[in-house]
């Protein structure tokens, strides 16, 4: 089956206050990807600020892509076409609150 | 040679039933193209087969099985796809399925016109780039991109399930609207309207009902379509230019379709539930009897906004007041609208201003609407009344 990958788009700066909720409820969309069978792999990142770029052996401070939102998180399903990855990521979409950009893996 | 009708007319279904049959879009449309190549050269000298339709699905899927013979991955497919191959029956739904790929909320709406009316109007390329007044290599392009998502993201090729239709619904009927809105009104060009797409539009509205009987808003669509095209011939004069309904000549209304579009409301409205695309048909079928009941119309706009809010309905609706209550009321009402980039909203300032004897603020929004429009007709119309004012 296909892989999609979920990239979770977030702004930069202190996380919401309701960030627990948050976080519990996306643990909940998370079990139920495992319980359909579909999950491969989730986690959030640090903030981009502490991200480091490396240009064949040159090191220098991140992050790549200046903004004012960069990429927060991930997730990795495999599910059988587009429209099922669409609902799995409108799912968690609803519960983290941001926009998700949602590719198929080659 | 009734080749080109067949093409038109059967395009559409032989490559939605061999993409069932493969998997491939790119294939289908290759094989299908191929048979039609074949048939081009067969017909003319051995007559046409007794079922055209057939003919050209059973050639493509030779082709597409010879195809796959040649690659090693279609190899390992072949076993699973020729028991399929077999059967001879096609179901009408495959071409629906096909319209929801090609409608599908993740290609743009630029791209789902295009796929709706290469895969399943039978359009060629140049045909539509020449609609859509863009050049042949961009609309390739974009073809080439559309097709090239659906591939690599994995775009469905299904009807699909009952809880997610109605929002997909009107995605596919989005794209069938836009097409017949630029038939119906051209936003560039010499012409009002560019009847082919009009026509294109219909067709394929009358397929979707078809093929979606108890979709009410599919019926409302169709029947919209039929009562606003049934107006054509008498919206524009010798000339090309433009006659407002108020001074139309209704004996060149088209009354076949008056009488089907008014029958397909009178459908909606057994069937009641009412949507966005049901409620104008109902609008057109008052703006197609004999004088318009205006306030008729102000209450159907009303329920129109009640179901899908928004800036241009509720300029429509302003229109209608304007003629139940007089142009001040209306102003007042247009006045209001976040439309400032939108060329109908200053055409109906300027008419609304003129009628209140604001020569001054008329001219210029006349000249806002003249600035906005890229289409000839409308801009001449504009000009003699922004001249009338200025006398």
């Known amino acids: 089956m296909p892989k999609y990958l979920f990239s979770i788009e977030q702004p930069d700066g202190p996380p919401p206050g309701n960030i627990g909720q948050i976080m519990h409820d996306v643990?909940?969309?998370?079990?139920?990807?495992?319980?359909?069978?579909?999950?491969?792999?989730?986690?959030?990142?640090?903030?981009?600020?502490?991200a480091t770029v490396v240009r064949g052996t040159l090191i220098t401070d991140g992050p790549y892509v200046e903004g004012k939102e960069h990429l927060g998180g991930i997730t990795v399903v495999d599910v059988p076409d587009l429209d099922e990855a669409l609902r799995w990521a409108t799912r968690l979409g609803t519960v983290i609150g941001l926009p998700i950009e949602v590719r198929a893996f080659q | 040679m009734r080749l080109d009708a067949i093409y038109r007319a059967e395009y559409g279904r032989a490559v939605s039933v061999i993409t069932r049959d493969f998997g491939d879009l790119d294939l289908a449309e290759d094989v299908v193209q191929d048979a039609f190549?074949?048939?081009?050269?067969r017909w003319p000298v051995h007559g046409l087969p007794p079922s055209p339709a057939g003919w050209i699905i059973t050639a493509a899927r030779n082709r597409a099985i010879d195809r796959l013979r040649r690659e090693k991955t279609g190899r390992a497919l072949l076993p699973q796809l020729i028991p399929l191959a077999a059967t001879p029956e096609f179901p009408a739904d495959d071409r629906l399925r096909l319209i929801f790929t090609c409608c599908h909320p993740a290609l743009g709406m630029p791209a789902r016109v295009a796929l709706t009316l290469r895969l399943i109007g039978g359009l060629t390329t140049p045909e539509i780039a020449?609609?859509?007044?863009?050049?042949?290599?961009?609309?390739?392009?974009?073809?080439?991109?559309?097709?090239?998502?659906?591939?690599?993201?994995?775009?469905?090729?299904?009807?699909?399930?009952?809880?997610?239709?109605?929002?997909?619904?009107?995605?596919?009927?989005?794209?069938?609207?836009l097409i017949f809105n630029e038939g119906h009104s051209a936003t560039t060009g010499d012409a009002l309207t560019r009847d082919d797409l009009a026509t294109?539009?219909?067709r394929l509205g009358r397929l979707l009902v078809r093929l979606l009987p108890h979709a009410p808003e599919a019926t409302g669509l169709l029947a919209l379509m039929l009562l606003a095209e049934a107006r054509r011939p008498a919206r524009?004069?010798?000339?090309?230019?433009?006659?407002?309904?108020?001074?139309?000549?209704?004996?060149?209304?088209?009354?076949?379709?008056?009488?089907?579009?008014?029958?397909?409301?009178?459908?909606?409205?057994?069937?009641?539930?009412?949507?966005?695309?049901?409620?104008?048909?109902?609008?057109?079928?008052?703006?197609?009897?004999?004088?318009?009941?205006?306030?008729?119309v102000v209450a159907l706009y009303d329920q129109l906004l009640i179901v899908a809010p928004g800036p241009v309905a509720s300029l429509n609706r302003a229109?209608?007041?304007?003629?139940?209550?007089?142009?001040?009321?209306?102003?007042?009402?247009?006045?209001?609208?976040?439309?400032?980039?939108?060329?109908?909203?200053?055409?109906?300032?300027?008419?609304?201003?003129?009628?209140?004897?604001?020569?001054d603020e008329a001219v210029t929004a006349y000249d806002e609407a003249i600035a906005r429009t890229g289409n000839g007709p409308t801009a001449s119309f504009l000009r003699r009344r922004r001249e009338t004012v200025r006398r």
Not at chain 2, 160 to 167: C, N
């Open chain 1, 27 to 50: 643990g909940e969309v998370e079990d139920a990807m495992r319980e359909a069978g579909i999950w491969l792999f989730s986690g959030g990142l640090t903030p981009a600020d502490s």
């Open chain 2, 37 to 41: 190549t074949a048939a081009a050269r």
């Open chain 2, 319 to 359: 229109v209608a007041v304007a003629e139940v209550s007089g142009p001040s009321a209306a102003l007042e009402l247009v006045d209001a609208l976040p439309l400032h980039d939108y060329q109908l909203f200053h055409a109906v300032r300027a008419d609304l201003l003129r009628r209140l004897g604001r020569d």
């Open chain 2, 130 to 177: 020449r609609a859509f007044l863009v050049p042949e290599a961009t609309m390739a392009q974009r073809l080439v991109r559309a097709k090239a998502k659906i591939r690599e993201a994995r775009l469905p090729y299904r009807v699909p399930d009952a809880d997610e239709l109605p929002g997909r619904l009107d995605a596919v009927l989005a794209a069938v609207y």
């Open chain 2, 236 to 296: 524009t004069g010798p000339d090309g230019e433009i006659v407002l309904l108020a001074d139309q000549d209704r004996t060149r209304w088209d009354p076949a379709l008056i009488a089907e579009g008014q029958e397909l409301v009178r459908a909606c409205l057994r069937a009641g539930r009412p949507g966005p695309y049901q409620i104008q048909a109902a609008i057109n079928a008052v703006h197609c009897t004999g004088t318009t009941d205006w306030p008729q």
């Open chain 2, 200 to 202: 294109e539009a219909i």
